[in-house]
């Protein structure tokens, strides 16, 4: 397994990636098109390089499902007034006798531009469901990462962004996983929990109990005195926290 993601790291930085605007998920995007892997009956590799909008097996969409606006989420898709939408944020407030409303910000999976509407929480929303499918990562470069999917063999360069935060934790052999809508990807994601390096520890606790320490990708975390520099540290992705010391 490592032998194979090795050579096709050394592939994929071989190759020059033929790009296109990445304009329909946002205009200053660039997005590279797949490169499929598929051994012939002699068992070489064919490399066919093409359009991720021409590949309609990438993901298979479920139109009309109508859902109460309170079980959205971030990273949802839902439709309204004909144009297609990522929930980016969503927050829950309740207005006393009036009922519940949510507020979620969101982004036009065709133009890019964000905006903020507000919906009842029983308030029917149509949901689009998206595809996910699991990659693992060969290497991060400038702002793109560069991922394979080891049972097609498919390689996919993709902008950090889709990552948000979480690109930060990116590194090699690490599984995540890639949302598709109509064979667009709208996000990335990575486990909830990663370990990591501790490069360097604060001399001083800024507590009794914990003190900040660096991470070998650059994060800052606050970790409990007994840690030092060169432990591995299991960190929970989504908040920064500390979890626990690595096994050995």
């Given at each position: 397994?490592?032998a ?22 946002t205009?200053?995007?660039t997005?590279?098109t ?12 064919i ?8 590949r309609?097996?990438l ?5 009309g ?5 309170i079980?959205?989420?971030p990273?949802?898709?839902i439709e ?15 207005r ?17 531009n ?5 919906f ?8 689009v ?42 590194k ?13 990807p709208?996000?990335g ?35 409990p ?24």
């Amino acid at each position: 397994m490592r032998a194979l993601l090795q050579l096709s790291k050394r592939i994929s930085r071989a190759l020059v990636f033929s790009s296109s605007s990445y304009s329909s998920l946002t205009s200053s995007r660039t997005f590279a098109t797949l490169s499929l892997f598929s051994p012939d009956c002699n068992g070489a590799a064919i490399t066919t390089n093409g359009n991720v909008y021409a590949r309609p097996w990438l993901a298979i969409q479920h139109r009309g499902v109508k859902v109460n606006a309170i079980h959205l989420r971030p990273g949802n898709v839902i439709e309204k007034s004909g144009r297609i939408f990522e929930v980016v944020d969503a927050e829950h407030k309740q207005r006393g006798r009036g009922g519940a409303i949510l507020t979620l910000e969101l982004r036009d999976v065709d133009s890019g531009n964000k905006q903020t509407l507000r919906f009842g929480a029983e308030e029917a929303v149509e949901r689009v469901f998206v595809e996910e499918r699991s990659f693992t990562c060969l290497y991060t470069e400038h702002e793109s990462v560069y991922l394979i999917d080891l049972e097609k063999f498919e390689q996919l360069e993709v902008p950090l962004s889709l990552f948000g935060q979480a690109a930060a934790y990116l590194k090699e052999e690490m599984k995540v996983k890639m949302q598709f809508f109509d064979g667009r990807p709208l996000s990335g994601s990575i486990p909830k929990q990663v370990t990591c390096i501790i490069k360097e520890t604060q001399d001083r606790a800024a507590t009794p109990r914990y003190k900040k320490a660096v991470l070998d990708n650059g994060l800052i975390i606050q970790v409990p005195t007994y840690v030092e520099a060169g432990e591995e540290v299991v960190v929970n992705t989504e908040d920064g926290s500390f979890v626990t010391r690595a096994n050995k």
